[in-house]
């Protein structure tokens, strides 16, 4: 794998200008932060981040370890942990990657903090939303919310909106991208559209979280690196962001869509 090495006054841009420089996304390389930046006393001894980005195609297969084998619970073992009110737990092994504690869900979005948008741009959104449901059989509700300019957020509502969702958000994934082909053809300006139900992402996005820490755990232990499931751009953005500072492991991502994934992969230097 190839990296080049970058400055910037932050280690975000530094980032960004690595990026813009390969002509590549985030999730397409990884990042080292060499040195964080330094603001110094009064303008003297400050110094800029400095990050290594590494990009290409990685060096071997990967493959994830094979659990360790468990042993069988005997029935009568069983009964008697059933019996007991408090069944003890087993004491969790030390490990070199510290797992974040466990967090509250995330709360949902107060989307009513902010008014129902009715612009142009709303309105398309929404009709187009409101059309595509019918299709889908769906009495679902749309709103339509402003988040900051050239952003918009769709929130459908109702009741049984599972089937909207999908196995892992795949139908909803794919509602999003409708939306946003359908909205900004023939527009002279382009905007962002994001589509949720039943704060799906924000849950989402606490599981990949998790899954991370977890894998980084593994990686470390192992020695070895971890390929992960296929995920659509954002979620691998997600993984990377949550293991970039993370001790022990480096994250790139191999294939194609639609079947593109993170590797977890083990690195020394990082230690």
Same mark, same amino acid.
């Given at each position: 794998?190839?990296?080049?090495?970058?400055?910037?006054?932050?280690?975000? @841009?530094?980032?960004?200008?690595?990026?813009?420089?390969?002509?590549?996304?985030?999730?397409?390389?990884?990042?080292?932060?060499?040195?964080? !930046?330094?603001?110094?006393?009064?303008?003297?001894?400050?110094?800029? !981040?400095?990050?290594?980005?590494?990009?290409?195609?990685?060096?071997?297969?990967?493959?994830?370890?094979?659990?360790?084998? *468990?042993?069988?619970?005997? $029935?009568?073992?069983?009964?008697? +942990?059933?019996?007991?009110? =408090?069944?003890?737990?087993?004491?969790?092994?030390?490990?070199?990657?510290? @797992? =974040?504690?466990?967090?509250?869900? $995330?709360?949902?979005? /107060? @989307?009513?903090?902010?008014?129902? /948008?009715?612009?142009?741009?709303?309105?398309?959104?929404?009709?187009?939303?409101?059309?595509?449901?019918?299709?889908?059989?769906?009495?679902?509700?749309? =709103?339509?919310?402003?988040?900051?300019?050239?952003?918009?957020?769709?929130?459908?509502?109702?009741?049984?909106?599972?089937?909207?969702?999908?196995?892992?958000? @795949?139908?909803?994934?794919?509602?999003?991208?409708? !939306?946003?082909?359908? +909205?900004?053809?023939?527009?002279?300006?382009?905007?962002?559209?994001?589509?949720?139900?039943?704060?799906?992402?924000?849950?989402?996005? *606490?599981?990949?979280?998790?899954?991370?820490?977890?894998?980084?755990?593994?990686?470390?232990?192992?020695?070895?690196?971890?390929?992960?499931?296929?995920?659509?751009?954002?979620?691998?953005?997600?993984?990377?962001?949550?293991?970039?500072?993370? !001790?022990?492991?480096?994250?790139?991502?191999?294939?194609?869509?639609?079947?593109?994934?993170?590797?977890?992969?083990?690195?020394?230097?990082?230690?």
């Amino acid at each position: 794998m190839s990296y080049i090495d970058v400055t910037g006054k932050t280690e975000e @841009e530094a980032i960004r200008k690595a990026l813009a420089q390969l002509g590549m996304d985030r999730d397409d390389v990884s990042v080292e932060i060499l040195e964080r !930046a330094k603001s110094g006393f009064l303008g003297i001894g400050g110094h800029d !981040a400095r990050v290594r980005v590494t990009y290409g195609p990685e060096e071997a297969p990967v493959e994830e370890p094979a659990p360790l084998p *468990q042993k069988p619970v005997k $029935k009568a073992e069983e009964k008697s +942990v059933k019996k007991t009110e =408090k069944p003890v737990k087993a004491a969790q092994p030390k490990s070199v990657v510290a @797992e =974040k504690p466990v967090r509250e869900e $995330k709360a949902a979005p /107060c @989307e009513e903090m902010l008014p129902l /948008c009715e612009d142009d741009n709303a309105k398309r959104i929404a009709a187009f939303l409101t059309g595509l449901l019918a299709h889908m059989e769906s009495a679902a509700q749309v =709103k339509v919310y402003e988040t900051e300019k050239g952003r918009y957020k769709a929130i459908l509502e109702g009741e049984k909106l599972g089937a909207l969702i999908g196995r892992r958000g @795949e139908t909803l994934d794919a509602i999003q991208q409708l !939306a946003n082909y359908a +909205v900004n053809s023939g527009a002279d300006k382009r905007i962002r559209i994001h589509v949720d139900a039943e704060n799906y992402r924000a849950k989402r996005e *606490q599981s990949l979280e998790s899954l991370a820490q977890k894998v980084a755990v593994k990686v470390t232990k192992y020695r070895r690196s971890v390929t992960l499931e296929p995920m659509n751009a954002y979620e691998r953005h997600v993984i990377h962001s949550a293991l970039q500072e993370v !001790a022990g492991v480096n994250t790139y991502s191999i294939g194609s869509e639609p079947n593109r994934r993170v590797v977890v992969a083990y690195d020394r230097d990082k230690r």
